[in-house]
């Protein structure tokens, strides 16, 4: 397909195209300008990608070169993909979902597991005690050492989206209150939070926190089970938490509490050495404690990657 290449729009490069056997080194840049594309431009594409912007922006300069086409253009306007990026762009998606299926039909006529997983979760679930994903990797890596892994961190809406675009087999995220129709959400775990104020709030140091205290306080953006439990307990015709800061991922939450201004929950997992050292102060956690669940999520299909399969197996879920 990106044999035929060529680019005569002025402006967008000059294409001989390839000149030589498309290699793994094309199809890791593919990869990497997928994910740009779909994520609006380089910043973005950081998490997913688990490098620098630029990093990013060698490769993607790596591939234009090796294309001979301007892919995309950055400037003050934004991000946006050339005409020639958008032609790549879909041929890419075609031709990496073609050679990852014809890998998983050769990986199925080894006897020895063969192949491999890109898994995906939300940010700071590494010291939760109940997360089994470590475990199961340890498992699948023990007794599979032919099978690569690839660990990336994901907000849970870009590794919906990863997974339906086939550029992540698995992923692990708290449950959310709408799912999409071609992903399988099956229950993995539980992940205990609870609400907490920094050393600077003025319910620091109270002895005893009541509900009036809190209704009119200043909170950080809670989860839909998080902001429901919060409604739940202060009652009183309250029927919306007052929001005055939004944090992306874990690590922003705590920044935020640690201002002194806000209140916000926590993973217990995450609470605690802050906890213990001072910095917060957890708030009634007989009324606010809260149970997230965590789901493990992947597309439904009947040719399913082999590596996959096992991979559930460690993680005692069934495929559907």
Request: proline share 5%.
């Amino acid at each position: 397909m990106f044999t035929q290449l060529t680019a005569d729009k002025e402006g967008d490069g000059i294409s001989k195209g390839f000149k030589s056997p498309i290699n793994d080194v094309d199809i890791r840049l593919l990869r990497v300008f997928l994910t740009v594309a779909d994520s609006g431009g380089f910043s973005a594409a950081e998490v997913p990608l688990g490098i620098s912007r630029s990093a990013i922006s060698k490769h993607m300069a790596e591939l234009e070169a090796r294309l001979g086409l301007k892919l995309c253009r950055r400037g003050r306007g934004g991000f946006e993909l050339t005409d020639h990026g958008r032609d790549v762009y879909e041929g890419a998606e075609q031709a990496l979902r073609s050679l990852d299926e014809f890998r998983n039909r050769i990986n199925r006529l080894h006897t020895e597991l063969i192949g491999s997983l890109h898994l995906a979760v939300v940010d700071s679930t590494l010291h939760d005690p109940a997360n089994p994903i470590i475990g199961a990797m340890r498992r699948l890596l023990i007794q599979s050492p032919a099978v690569e892994i690839t660990l990336s961190i994901m907000s849970s809406s870009v590794m919906e989206a990863a997974l339906l675009d086939d550029r992540i087999h698995i992923g692990v995220l708290p449950r959310r209150p709408t799912f999409r129709e071609q992903l399988v959400y099956s229950p993995l775990y539980s992940e205990t939070s609870g609400l907490y104020c920094g050393k600077a709030h003025p319910l620091f140091t109270h002895v005893s926190i009541e509900r009036d205290d809190l209704r009119h306080q200043r909170y950080i953006s809670p989860s839909h089970n998080e902001s429901e439990r919060l409604i739940e307990v202060l009652g009183n015709g309250m029927t919306q938490v007052r929001t005055s800061a939004i944090a992306r991922n874990v690590e922003g939450t705590a920044m935020l509490l640690l201002t002194g201004q806000l209140l916000g929950f926590l993973p217990a997992h995450v609470s605690h050495p802050l906890e213990a050292s001072g910095a917060i102060r957890s708030i009634r956690p007989d009324h606010f404690t809260v149970q997230t669940p965590m789901d493990v999520i992947f597309k439904a299909r009947k040719d399913m990657n082999p590596v996959l399969e096992r991979f559930l197996q460690e993680l005692k879920i069934h495929k559907r």
